[in-house]
């Protein structure tokens, strides 16, 4: 139905009302489709858009009526009345084309409510900032999107950007822009910007020349950085891809907007935008091996940004007149990079994610040595962690002296955390092996294995190396438990031996038992928090391996003035000690100090924080056994403080393993398919085969 064959009650008046809009948005359905309860919605939204005065009741009228559009499905037939239609997202699109379409000079009215947006406002941030970070650095963006979501911003009604960033806040927003296709997106262009009004046309060009300057003032900036130059070939500034990119953006921006667009300026800007994407895979490849930064990772993210960006724009200017698929394009990109700009959630994801995976990569190589794939293997994780169940012992020993020494609550805390830091370290130097630690490095290395393989080939290599993993940490557990507590009652006797008297105290031995019990005390929740300590000293470890790398500190230590008194040879080695063992060091030192303080801080601060760690907590165990008498032991109390230590057992390696799990999942984006076949292969292996998860491996090493 048109104008031409129907009067439309548009033409009765100026600002028509809300029942004429709805008549006119009745006229151009079918009968059957009138009585949809949304369709007055529309009319309202319209009329706000007509009768608004000034320019923010026409921005929030015009937010009304595209928050409409992403409304979702009228219908739940699919609408066939307009061949443009692809599927629900899309049907409410429709309607108004076909409103719109079928009453002149309504469409004539919303196109003058459009046009005094763009007259009024300012696009060159919609094209050149919208989703494009600041150059301030990673903090600095994080704290700007905190502080929006927790304080409310003015608004800037003459920032085209700032009406884009407020209308796709929500992911139901892009509803619409994600189901429109280039032939539905031609009916929008036909009706808003029609040949034979060029100032529609001429205003976004306008502001999109000057987005796009704004994009080539930024890349060259960020390019030409100190932090990106010094991992760039090397060679003069004037040289540079984000330099000569600059220019050639430039002269086809120039061409552009003289109407005299050349395929040979094309050529040269798509030859430098390729050798800054080429530049960029160099950083990112020499950040992998000499150690990740955020504020780098970063300065590429917003680089990468801005690239993209301003390609989707030269598609823009070089397509045909009257191609809607560019133009769709570079809506849907400026749409989803305004949904994004507000999300912390992304931001820290996108940037974060190679630091992850550095760790993951660093983790994964010193965790190796934690699991048995060979009987060899699997007799060495026995014997050293048995020598790590001994070396605990003098810890569990240590640490009950502290405790009972009546300390102040940050000596006892820090006396504590001193102790299990000097026996992790014992332990690394020495080459053995304490359980609890196995989860967060075997983890790891777990995922590294799903990174490097591909196919169903992958899949049946992790149900193998998965089963290696138990058996190996199960092995390892029995040791540390069975040597711990043998050790502690071998220790004890040799105390009464040497002073008559047990290592503990009736009072002291009766308070370890209550404080191991899974049913009167909180060992649970303590047992699941210590698991999470081992893994966050395993990302501590990881962390502290990257930045050494990425300063150069094995280089500083090699050539340090101390060479010329000591040698430089020693010096040298040195540098490879600190090189082979820092992320050790920091794990090891990392989870003792997390270990002794956490109860303390618990205290300070009035929280329920503890810890429970299986083999330390085993020795204690062992030594308060031994210090009370045999019959006091029937009373119960011994079955509820090993039943603790069995759910020390589950809890610590259980969460330890998850976390690390997951995060090496999220660095390296493994397929949920992926992971949902994962677990089918490795309940029908541990259903199927359930003894290869305990037994020791059979194969002969190569």
Not at 33 to 59: E, F, G, K, V
Not at 256 to 263: H, I, K, P
Not at 287 to 306: A, F
Not at 452 to 472: F, M, P, T, W
Request: proline share 4%; with cysteine; charged share 20%.
């Amino acid at each position: 139905m048109t104008a031409s064959r129907h009067t439309s009650p548009m033409q009765n008046t100026l600002t028509p009302s809300a029942e004429a809009l709805l008549a006119c948005i009745h006229e151009a359905l079918p009968p059957q489709r009138q009585s949809q309860r949304d369709l007055p919605r529309l009319a309202d939204r319209l009329r706000a858009l007509i009768a608004a005065d000034d320019l923010p009741d026409r921005l929030d009228a015009w937010r009304a009526l595209t928050g409409w559009l992403s409304g979702g499905a009228l219908w739940n037939d699919v609408y066939i009345d307009s061949a443009d239609v692809h599927g629900s997202a899309t049907q409410r699109f429709a309607v108004l084309m076909d409103v719109l379409a079928a009453h002149p000079h309504l469409a004539d009215a919303v196109r003058q409510a459009l046009y005094a947006i763009l007259n009024e406002t300012d696009g060159a941030n919609l094209f050149g900032e919208v989703g494009i970070p600041s150059d301030r650095g990673f903090l600095s963006e994080f704290g700007d999107r905190l502080t929006s979501k927790l304080i409310p911003s003015p608004r800037d009604d003459h920032d085209l950007g700032h009406l884009m960033s407020r209308s796709y806040q929500r992911d139901k927003d892009l509803t619409l822009i994600r189901g429109l296709q280039p032939s539905t997106f031609q009916r929008a262009v036909e009706v808003f910007f029609p040949p034979g009004e060029p100032v529609m046309n001429d205003a976004l060009a306008r502001s999109m020349a000057d987005g796009f300057r704004l994009l080539l003032a930024r890349v060259q900036g960020q390019g030409l950085s100190l932090k990106l130059r010094a991992r760039s070939q090397t060679g003069p500034v004037a040289r540079s891809p984000f330099k000569c990119l600059a220019n050639s953006g430039e002269n086809l921006l120039c061409a552009w907007e003289q109407g005299r667009l050349a395929g040979q300026l094309l050529e040269a800007w798509e030859a430098d935008l390729a050798a800054c994407r080429e530049e960029m895979h160099l950083i990112s490849t020499r950040l992998e091996s000499e150690g990740i930064s955020v504020d780098i990772v970063y300065g590429l993210d917003v680089l990468d940004r801005c690239l993209t960006r301003m390609e989707t724009i030269v598609g823009v200017m070089s397509a045909e007149p009257g191609t809607p698929g560019p133009v769709l394009l570079l809506l849907q990109q400026l749409a989803h990079a305004a949904h994004k700009s507000t999300s912390l959630r992304h931001l820290v994801r996108s940037n974060l994610q190679r630091l992850q995976r550095r760790i993951v990569d660093r983790a994964g190589k010193t965790g190796e040595h934690y699991i048995a794939e060979t009987p060899q293997d699997y007799r060495h994780i026995w014997i050293a962690a048995a020598g790590g169940g001994l070396m605990t012992v003098a810890t569990a020993a240590i640490k009950m002296a502290i405790a009972g020494a009546g300390l102040a609550m940050f000596l006892e805390g820090f006396g504590s955390g001193l102790n299990y830091a000097i026996s992790f370290l014992f332990l690394q130097a020495f080459g053995l092996i304490l359980a609890t630690k196995q989860p967060a490095m075997t983890a790891a290395a777990f995922a590294a294995i799903i990174r490097d393989r591909k196919g169903n080939e992958r899949l049946d290599v992790i149900v193998d190396y998965a089963a290696s993993i138990c058996h190996s940490q199960l092995a390892a557990t029995i040791a540390n438990v069975a040597v711990v507590a043998t050790g502690a009652y071998a220790f004890d006797a040799a105390w009464h031996w040497m002073t008559g008297h047990a290592f503990l105290t009736t009072a002291e031995a009766t308070y370890v038992f209550k404080a191991l019990s899974p049913v009167d005390s909180g060992t649970v929740f303590y047992a699941a928090l210590t698991g999470c300590i081992l893994y966050l000293a395993a990302l501590i470890g990881g962390w502290v391996d990257n930045w050494a790398v990425y300063h150069r500190l094995p280089q500083a230590i090699a050539e340090h003035r101390l060479g010329n008194r000591f040698g430089q040879m020693r010096m040298i080695r040195l540098a490879g000690i600190v090189s082979r063992n820092m992320s050790g060091w920091a794990t090891n030192i990392s989870l003792g100090l997390m270990l002794g303080m956490t109860p303390i801080l618990g205290k300070f601060f009035g929280l329920p924080l503890d810890v429970r760690h299986v083999t330390l907590n085993s020795g204690i165990l062992s030594l308060a056994t031994s210090s009370l008498e045999l019959p006091w032991i029937g009373t119960g109390l011994l079955s509820l403080a090993l039943l603790g230590v069995a759910v020390m057992f589950v809890l610590n390696l259980g969460v330890s393993f998850a976390l690390s799990l997951m995060t090496a999942v999220r660095a390296y984006d493994l397929p949920r398919n992926d992971l949902r076949e994962l677990r089918r292969r490795l309940w029908l292996r541990l259903r199927t085969h359930p003894l290869d998860f305990i037994r020791p491996p059979r194969r002969v090493a190569a």
